[in-house]
């Protein structure tokens, strides 16, 4: 099993930046798929962003592309996500997740590994 942590969460100005980051323990990093969802209240869990195992392909929900950019560093046991050009609506708490299995990358069930989740708060 992995362990998740993220950090990074933030209250920010519309049009900022942050990095959000994925702290993973336990069975080593690449042997996982990672996705980032975020959760606004009263929303249900949505797709951001995800990779696969060895960085080589990226996944992006169209609300944040070319505005995000997901990243990793197996080395370091380490997920990140840059969010640039932030919205109001990009508020929510941002989890991380993993997955061994490949398939789609953009759906709840498809990651038996979470975060806790980091609040990123964007003001307009």
């Known amino acids: 099993q992995v362990q998740l942590v993220e950090s990074g969460g933030a209250l920010v100005q519309a049009g900022g930046s942050l990095r959000l980051s994925c702290a993973a323990s336990?069975?080593?990093?690449?042997?996982?798929?990672m996705g980032w969802f975020r959760q606004a209240p009263g929303k249900e869990r949505e797709f951001v962003a995800a990779?696969?195992?060895?960085?080589?392909?990226?996944y992006y929900a169209d609300s944040v592309k070319g505005r995000f950019t997901i990243s990793r560093d197996n080395a370091k046991n380490t997920g990140y996500l840059q969010m640039n050009s932030l919205k109001p609506e990009d508020t929510a708490v941002y989890y991380c997740?993993?997955?061994?299995?490949?398939?789609?990358?953009?759906?709840?069930?498809?990651?038996?590994?979470w975060g806790q989740g980091t609040q990123v708060t964007v003001s307009s």
């Open positions: 997740a993993a997955a061994v299995l490949a398939g789609v990358v953009d759906t709840t069930s498809q990651y038996p590994y």
């Open positions: 336990g069975r080593p990093f690449s042997s996982y798929h």
């Open positions: 990779i696969t195992r060895t960085g080589g392909s990226t």
